[in-house]
């Protein structure tokens, strides 16, 4: 069980730094009323499906090569 959590941790936190790194979420920081602070997440669809096609697209090229390296 322990590392069943640690394994889903991982890939949150890897999950998080991607994402940050790609431009898919955006966290900014605004002041409210009476001193308060607010805090909006706003996170990027379209950048993120575009990612995985993309993604998806460079894995099938390479399984493709890797097939014609082996078929020589």
């Given at each position: 069980?322990?590392?069943?959590?640690?394994?889903?941790?991982?890939v949150?936190?890897?999950?998080?730094?991607?994402?940050?790194?790609?431009?898919?979420?955006?966290?900014?920081?605004?002041e409210?009323?009476?001193g308060?602070?607010?805090?909006?997440?706003?996170?990027?669809?379209?950048?993120?499906?575009?990612?995985?096609?993309?993604?998806?697209?460079?894995?099938?090229?390479?399984?493709?090569?890797?097939?014609?390296?082996?078929?020589?």
């Amino acid at each position: 069980m322990r590392n069943l959590l640690a394994f889903l941790a991982a890939v949150v936190l890897i999950f998080l730094g991607l994402g940050a790194w790609r431009g898919w979420y955006a966290v900014t920081r605004q002041e409210s009323d009476l001193g308060k602070v607010a805090f909006r997440f706003e996170i990027d669809a379209v950048r993120i499906g575009q990612d995985a096609v993309n993604a998806a697209k460079a894995l099938s090229r390479s399984g493709e090569k890797a097939k014609e390296g082996e078929q020589k």
